[in-house]
């Protein structure tokens, strides 16, 4: 079997069996969201896929229900999550954004078949259109969890970003994407963040 048939078997299994697992987690937070705040349980955002094509990626809403009408710069978005201070956020937001678990309904784009467990983060289109650089990576599939995240994440700027995911590119093998996985599980678990 190939490493690309193996990756998808293998994202299609653990989705299903990770979403029926976390079916009561699901559930407690969607309570936490609506009582925190007005506005949808989930957020959607249109995010560059593989090959270009766009998809809408699924998260637990973290922000104001219409924080998206207020127009940032992406600086200033890097600047608040490079420091985890973005005021648009609602308290229980802040609190799914540091432990990861606003980024759980993406198994649901997993099962789809519009992201992986591990690739390369996927970019809004707002990224891409200031830097056209960005589209070279868009020939893999992106993932939930990436190998830039787990040697910096928000930390990292957008050359180190791009310069890790065209090491991911050249030397993406299943070990490595197991040794991704188990980092980022170490990562969430010790509390150390990204």
Known sequence: MTYLFLKRLIDVVVSIVTIILLAPLFLVIAIFIKLDSPGPVFYAQRRLGYKQKIFKIFKFR????????I????EQVRKWEDERSDPRATRIGRWLRRTGIDELPQL?????GDMSFVGPRPYYQLRID???????????KPGCVSLSLVKGGVHLTDEEIKKIDREYEAKRNLWLDIKILLKFIYLVISGKGF
């Open 108 to 112: 649901l784009n997993v099962l789809k």
């Open 130 to 140: 200031a830097d056209p650089s960005l589209k070279e990576r868009l020939g893999i």
């Open 71 to 74: 127009k940032v710069s992406i």
């Open 62 to 69: 973290t922000m104001d229900k219409d924080a998206d009408q």
